[in-house]
């Protein structure tokens, strides 16, 4: 049930099956700081007063329910894993009638503050922005997607690493996986992104470049602290981000 009154809800992916994590446990659920590090996100989306809070689901579903157990969030599964911006869009019938902002939280980026979600939220608020992403400063950007920006520092695309030419390859200004949108304009917005990329998936980030194409509010708040945007994909970043963020 969405009350009239709640202006802010909360999609969390952990649906990614991890595959280069080495291991049959869901990815979501590897611990850094003696907890899996979906919890930590889980706890960031519900103190910065989010409701509702849904997590989008794959591989292992049942453990991630009962991990969160008492969030008291809606579980919607992805099927088949097409990509965030395919995940995010699971969640539209369960958000057709919110009228406020959705924050996307990634659960493999289990470092991200209330603090800095909410200074993400001042900037989307202030700005009247359609859609506000967070970035990071990260000197080794290997395996992120990249923020390119125009001379002025407005945005102008965010290009996963695959899809990166030689000179957008040394850009250090990351993407962290965080997004605020306005619930319309998101859900409007997704049935019109592509995978004409070199995974064929649907990625998030093409709805900001959907809406500067449209003329709307597109703004970029960089973190304070590259320890909160640090994402685990392996066995090796796990450590690292526990021993970073978390020691």
Known sequence: MIHADNKLAAIILAAGRGKRMNS????????VGGRPMVTWVADTAREVGAQPIIVIVGTGQQLIEATLSELGATFVPQGEPLGTAHAVLQARSFLENFEGDVVVLSG?????T???VRKLLR???ETGASATMMSGEITDPTGYGRVIKDGDGHLLRVVEERDTSPDEKLVTEVNAGV???????????????KNNNQQKEYYLPQVLSILLEQN???TVEKAENYREILGVNTQTELRRVHAETFS
């Open 123 to 125: 900037r989307h608020t």
């Open 179 to 193: 997004y605020l949108f306005r619930a319309a304009d998101l859900f409007r917005t997704l049935p019109l992104v």
């Open 24 to 31: 049959d446990l869901p990815k979501v659920l590897h611990e």
């Open 108 to 112: 493999d980026v289990p470092g991200i």
């Open 216 to 218: 709307k509010v597109v």
């Open 114 to 116: 209330a603090h800095t």
